[in-house]
Each structure stands twice: as C-alpha cells, then as structure tokens.
C-alpha cells in the first residue's frame, strides 16, 4: 500500500486533465458530426423506428392508429399480391444481379486493354446511368413498343417472325425491364471494376503466362482472385439495388401489364400513397427492410468465412 | 445474336477474346499474329457496346427533331428528312418548363450545398476526431446504405407532413441534403491526408474547425467536385421524392412535368416529349462531359472500401 501511494499522487490530477481534455474532444467531435446527424438522425433513423411501429397498427389517412398486433402481417401472409410483388422482386434480382455482373465486368475487362478510343467508351458506358429515369423509361417503352418500335422492326429484319411483345406480354415485361436496368446501371458498376483492375499485380499475369497459362486460365486463376473485394462489394451494393427496384418499373409499366411487373417497393407505395393503407403498407415496407439487411448480413458472413 | 443481345452484352466478341487457346503452341510469330486478331476482336465488341449504348439516345435524339406522325411510321425513320427544329420552340409554350427547370434548379443547387457542407463537417469529425461512440455511429451511418429509402418513406412523409413541409420544395431538400453518402465519401477522401499536416497546424494554433476550413476543404477540391456532381445529377434525376412529395403543379420538377407529360396520352405530341426530354438530359450530358474525371473518381473511392 505504502509503496504504491507515492506514484499515485500525481495521477489523479493528470487524470482529470486527460478526461477534461477527452470531453473537450467529444464536445468538439459532435460538434463537426451534429449538423449533417441532426438531418440525418431526424429524416431516417426516426422513420425506421415509426415504421415498426406503424406495423403494427392500422394507422389511416386519417391518422387514427390503433394497435393491432400481428394482423398486418397475417393478411400479408394472405395477400395474393403481396406474394406476386415478392417472387417479381426475387425474379427480377435473380436476372438482374448476374446479368449486370458478367456485362459490366466484360465492359470493364474490354477497356482496361490499350485500345484506341477506350477513354471515349469509359464516358459512353456512364452516361445512361447519369440519364434521368423518366427518360429512359419513355425512349425504352417506344424502342420496345411490339408493332412500331425499332428493335421489334430489327428482330423482323434478321429473320425472327414472332418477336416478343415486351411490354405489353406478360411473359417479357420484366425481362425487358431487365435489359433496359442493365443497360442503365453496367457504367456504374464498370467504373467500380475498372478500379478493382487496377488493383491486381502486373507480375502475377506475367508470371503465368510464362508459366503458359491461357488467357481464360489466367481470367479464372489471377484475375477473378485478385477482384474478390470488388465483386463482393458490387454484389452486395446490386442486390440491395435490385430487392429496392421501383422508379423504373413505376415509369416503364406501372406493375402491369396485369401484376407482371409488380414488385415489393411498389406494393408498399400502392397500400400506402394510393389507398391511404398506411399501417398494411407498413407491414410490407418491414418485410423489405428485412429482406434487405438479411441478405446483407449474410453476404458479409459468407465473405467472412470465404477469406478466412 | 439479337438485337436486343447486341444492346445489353457483347458477351460473344468478349468470350472469344478470352477464349483459351485451343492449342498450348506458343511461338513468337504467331503470338503477335494472335494479338492482333484479338485487337480486332476488342475493337468489334467496342463498337456493339457503343452502338447498344449509345443507339438509345440518337433515337431519342432524332426523334425530338420528327414530326408527330413520324415517330411511329413503320418502318422506322432514324434520321427524319427535315429536321423540325419547331418542336423545340414549342415545348416552352406548350409546357411549363420554365417552372419546372427553375424548381429543379433550386433543389438541386441547395441540395448539393447543404450535402457537401455537412457531409465534409462531420467527415472531419468522423476521419480525425477521437470519441466515445464515434465509431458506432459511424456504422450506423455506413448500415443505412442497406436500408432502402422504399422501406421508410411511409414514416418519413407522415413525419413531415406533420411538420407542414409535404408539398414545399423544403420536403426534398431535407430529404435529399443529409445523406450518409456524402459523409462517407469525404470521410474516404480525409483518411489519406497526412495526419501531420493537421498536427502542424494544430502546433500552429489553429483550431479543430480552423484546421478543417484552412487545410482539409482546399485539400479535398476534388473529391468536393465529386460529392457535388454526383449530388447535383441525383436531384436533377429524382424522381420519387417529388413524386410523393409535389403534388402542386407549381411545385413540379422537371422529371415530374415530363411524366406528366407522358400521362396525358390522348394529346401526347411524342416528338415534342422526345424535345422535352432532350432538353432535360442536355444539362446532365454537359455537367458530365466537363466532370467526368470526378464522377468516375467519386465512384471508385466510395466503392474501394467495401
């Protein structure tokens, strides 16, 4: 005890000015995060926190809410649209996410080689996804329209008697929504791969090519390995993206035609906005959220185990 | 290979490019002779690539410039044989698009401000401050990026339209001007600046807000060139927000009035729509061709860091 005493002394008064020292970096600290929290806790972490609330009433328009339990998401459970719009997000990611993968790491692939103009397609593959929505939406609804549009005429002129319908046939819609959120979307997923490329080592290619290694062989043994941290983060940011499709879909074919192209995003935004549902839209909106930070969480855990 | 199968993949030239070799005979002469086919090869995917990418706008472009009847003629016109320039004047009468485009414009301007302004403030508080409950609340921040914004908007709209700003032009600005996206990316940006020149000034006397104003914002020009592209084009492009939000015509965006537009098809004039969107997509095209540089950066840092 006695021998511990006298190098405590002077601790305490040290102590206290490194804790004064700590608030004052705290204070500071919150004072540079508080502007942009103060916004960002108040228009989104709140809404989180009321939504599952709302779930659980039969909140209306006129904002009379009572607490209902569960029922929302039992008549959920029961809503033949409600699973329609499920399976057409689960389609729609199921076409979109791989599709989008193989285009835009090609793209990328094909412009990180020294060829002429390649600066000249890095901006071209960009630009439709800078492109407003609503633009693309009408250009693409009269390039696909069955009997005037230009690439049925083209699908005629190489030989095919029945092109699809698109967007008017029940059985294309969403693969034509496919291709246009494709089409949309490569640029920005190119430039992420493009990047990732840029990471793996010149020697390691060199080296297997000596070792006689293909082109294809040295795609799947060096490159693919070297992209790992990319094609995970362009994965788990394209899934979110696809579970959440909803202002293409809104603008090319409103659901239709019938519930075809119905999708979850837009199921929450009809109960809600169109028939004032908003404790039932609620529920639907809560099934989203979880679809979403599931499928999240388990990228991650799936990426963990892979790396470790 | 179809048309659309041109416009989406140009898988095919690309496969061929990287196809392993049939035969693991490598000499010298035949190595460069193999090259150049697939140079070839490259620049024939090059041009389906361009021609899928590109196709879409020319038409759109062509379009605007055709009478109402050409539009639809079978089979399809893709340069008109006079360009009718007309439909360019009257989109202006026949549309509101003055209102829509200052409203966007407002949006869009005050938007980026306020994103750049405190997303770059609290990234200095995030990248060099140290506190209790700095990185939680990092995470959080980092965690919402999972969360759709389809999955809250219920919630949100109810909460301010009890604040009476639904239907306000304030509805988007708030919506759009505090987003995790920007705090990330210049949090990104700050990390690889030299701790020592924020120490030195620090020695200097300068305060933790001075050393932010003098030395991290003139520092970080060009990932705040990319933070307000990409912001301004978001805005200029929503769609959704207004949707729910602006119900007043006066209040409309452009996105808004040329969907508007779109609705209204018994007296839709398709060629001026197709003006109507050129002129919506031109300020876009131009913003991008003098930034280019700082979106693809912008991009590939906030995606670097998976």
């Known amino acids: 005890m006695t021998t511990t005493d006298a190098p405590e002394a002077p601790a305490p008064k040290l102590k206290r000015r490194r804790s004064a020292l700590r608030r004052r970096n705290a204070l500071i600290g919150w004072s540079f995060i508080l502007p942009n929290f103060a916004g960002f806790g108040f228009l989104t972490l709140l809404p989180v926190l009321i939504l599952f609330y709302m779930a659980f009433t039969n909140w209306n328009v006129f904002g009379k809410a009572d607490w209902v339990g569960f029922a929302n998401f039992q008549r959920l459970l029961g809503d033949g649209s409600f699973h329609i719009a499920f399976w057409n997000t689960i389609y729609y990611s199921v076409l979109h996410i791989p599709l989008t993968i193989v285009v835009s790491l090609g793209l990328a692939l094909l412009l990180n080689n020294k060829l002429r103009g390649v600066a000249f397609f890095r901006t071209a593959a960009f630009f439709p996804y800078i492109t407003s929505i609503v633009a693309i939406a009408v250009v693409w609804n009269l390039l696909f329209s069955p009997d005037y549009g230009p690439i049925n005429e083209i699908l005629r002129a190489i030989g095919i008697q029945n092109p699809p319908g698109w967007l008017t046939s029940t059985e294309w819609a969403m693969p034509a929504v496919v291709i246009v959120s494709t089409w949309r979307d490569m640029g920005y997923y190119m430039i992420l791969f493009l990047a990732g490329l840029q990471t793996v080592p010149r020697e390691l290619h060199e080296a297997a090519r000596v070792d006689g290694a293909s082109v294809w062989q040295r795609f799947v043994n060096v490159t693919l390995p070297c992209l790992r941290p990319t094609m995970f983060f362009v994965t788990v940011m394209l899934t979110i993206n696809s579970f959440k499709i909803f202002d293409l879909i809104l603008v090319m074919t409103d659901g239709g035609p019938g519930q075809a192209t119905l999708v979850l995003s837009q199921f929450i935004y009809k109960k809600g906005f169109e028939e004032s549902q908003f404790g039932y839209a609620s529920a639907a909106a809560v099934a989203l959220f979880f679809l979403c930070i599931l499928v999240t969480i388990g990228q991650f855990l799936w990426n963990k185990k892979r790396s470790a | ?306």
């Open chain 2, 1 to 306: 290979m179809t048309q659309t199968e041109l416009l989406v993949t140009g898988r095919r030239p690309l496969r061929k490019l990287s196809d392993p070799a049939p035969s693991p005979s490598r000499r010298v002469g035949q190595s460069s002779g193999r090259r150049r086919v697939g140079r070839i090869l490259g620049y024939l995917a090059l041009a389906a690539f361009a021609i899928g990418l590109l196709l879409p706008f020319f038409w759109m472009v062509m379009s605007s410039l055709k009478t109402a009847n050409e539009v639809f003629s079978v089979p399809v016109v893709w340069i008109p044989e006079t360009f009718v320039w007309q439909n360019y004047i009257d989109i202006w009468t026949k549309a509101d698009m003055l209102t829509w485009i200052r409203n966007t414009l407002v949006l869009a301007v005050s938007v980026t401000f306020l994103q750049v302004l405190t997303g770059s403030f609290a990234a200095y508080g995030f990248a060099r401050m140290r506190f209790a409950g700095r990185d939680i609340l990092f995470l959080i921040y980092v965690g919402t990026i999972a969360v759709p914004w389809q999955s809250y908007m219920i919630p949100q709209f109810i909460l301010l339209s009890n604040l009476k700003v639904s239907n306000t032009l304030w509805a988007i600005i708030l919506l759009q001007a505090f987003g995790a996206f920007g705090v990330f990316l210049m949090k990104q940006y700050y990390e690889t600046i030299p701790e020592e020149l924020s120490e030195a000034a620090r020695l200097d006397g300068l305060s933790e807000y001075g050393i932010w104003r003098r030395i991290m914002l003139p520092l970080s020009i060009p990932a705040i060139a990319s933070l307000s592209l990409l912001t301004f084009v978001n805005t200029w492009n929503d769609y959704l927000g207004p949707l729910i939000y602006l119900r007043n015509p006066d209040l409309w965006t452009i996105q808004l009035g040329l969907k508007s537009f779109v609705s209204n098809l018994f007296d839709t004039n398709y060629a001026l729509l197709f003006a109507g969107l050129t002129i919506s997509v031109i300020p876009i095209a131009v913003i991008f061709l003098l930034g280019q540089k700082y979106f693809v950066e912008g991009i590939a840092t906030s995606g670097m860091k998976g």
